[in-house]
């Protein structure tokens, strides 16, 4: 498959490799992506023949979907941090993109339900940036 990743999360519980290689990457602002991340979209990295790997923690994972709906997260149950999931009966592989320790070269490939997008989400790049904490 060629390309490996690294990934964990932010306890340091739950470790995962990701063989394979990502063929696209969704900035999502569908308001359950707004709502499970806690942010203005999600930014998932999809693969239909990339492979998961646990490391170590698979116990600590669970996986909570919306019912009625095709929405689902898996998370650390220690800390929350986003970790990869396997969907559509094992045939995808969604990673959060903020889960990877390995740096990945891919940019974003579209933000999707952009139309559902937050208020505040308008005109970001205009936001002042900081590398810091605000003095």
């Known amino acids: 498959m060629g390309n490996e990743f690294m990934g964990s999360c932010l306890c340091g519980k739950v470790e995962f490799k990701v063989l394979g290689r990502f063929e696209s990457f969704f900035l999502c602002h569908c308001q359950r992506c707004r709502k499970s991340t806690g942010s203005a979209h999600g930014a998932n990295l999809f693969s239909h023949s990339a492979e998961i790997n646990w490391c170590k923690g698979e116990e600590h994972i669970r996986t909570y979907r919306v019912p009625?709906?095709?929405h689902e997260r898996s998370f650390c149950q220690e800390c929350g941090s986003a970790l990869p999931m396997l969907q559509?009966?094992?045939?995808?592989?969604?990673?959060?993109?903020?889960?990877?320790?390995?740096?990945?070269?891919?940019?974003?490939?579209?933000?999707?339900?952009?139309?559902?997008?937050a208020d505040w989400d308008k005109d970001l790049g205009a936001v002042q940036k900081q590398d810091g904490l605000p003095s």
């Open 88 to 117: 559509m009966n094992g045939d995808l592989v969604v990673v959060p993109a903020g889960s990877l320790d390995s740096a990945f070269d891919m940019r974003p490939s579209a933000h999707i339900f952009y139309a559902s997008r």
């Open 68 to 70: 009625d709906t095709l």
